[in-house]
């Protein structure tokens, strides 16, 4: 019902800035909340930061939190991550999620997924 593309990964510097964004197409009015998870070669599906779409719940991670924004516009059914002072942990291939509930920081109770954007970051 619901389709997630991400774009706007790529390979950047130390200390240099990215935005990702999710466009979500189909019934978009069944999902309530929207996040942004990475996973890095090796390791676990991490959480990052989410948003529901009246855009007044909104949730980060520690590692992330004053670096990193996300924002929506509903009207384009669009969920973004402005990604600024990048870091080579941050590396991972980016995913974005769609939830029925309330926001989360589980990825297991997202219910759709993107394909992914990598992001690679330089040291």
């Known amino acids: 019902q619901v389709q997630l593309v991400e774009s706007g990964g790529g390979l950047v510097q130390t200390g240099g800035s990215l935005r990702l964004s999710c466009a979500a197409s189909g019934r978009t009015s069944s999902y309530n909340a929207m996040g942004w998870f990475r996973q890095a070669p090796g390791k676990e599906r991490d959480f990052v930061a989410t948003?529901?779409?009246?855009?007044?719940?909104?949730l980060y991670a520690g590692s992330v939190k004053g670096r990193f924004t996300i924002s929506r516009d509903v009207a384009k059914n669009t969920v973004y991550l402005q990604m600024n002072g990048l870091k080579p942990e941050d590396t991972a291939v980016y995913y974005c999620?769609?939830?029925?509930?309330?926001?989360?920081?589980?990825?297991?109770?997202?219910?759709?997924w993107g394909q992914g954007t990598q992001v690679t970051v330089s040291s």
């Open positions: 999620a769609a939830r029925r509930g309330y926001t989360s920081n589980d990825p297991t109770t997202y219910d759709y």
């Open positions: 948003i529901n779409w009246n855009g007044d719940s909104i």
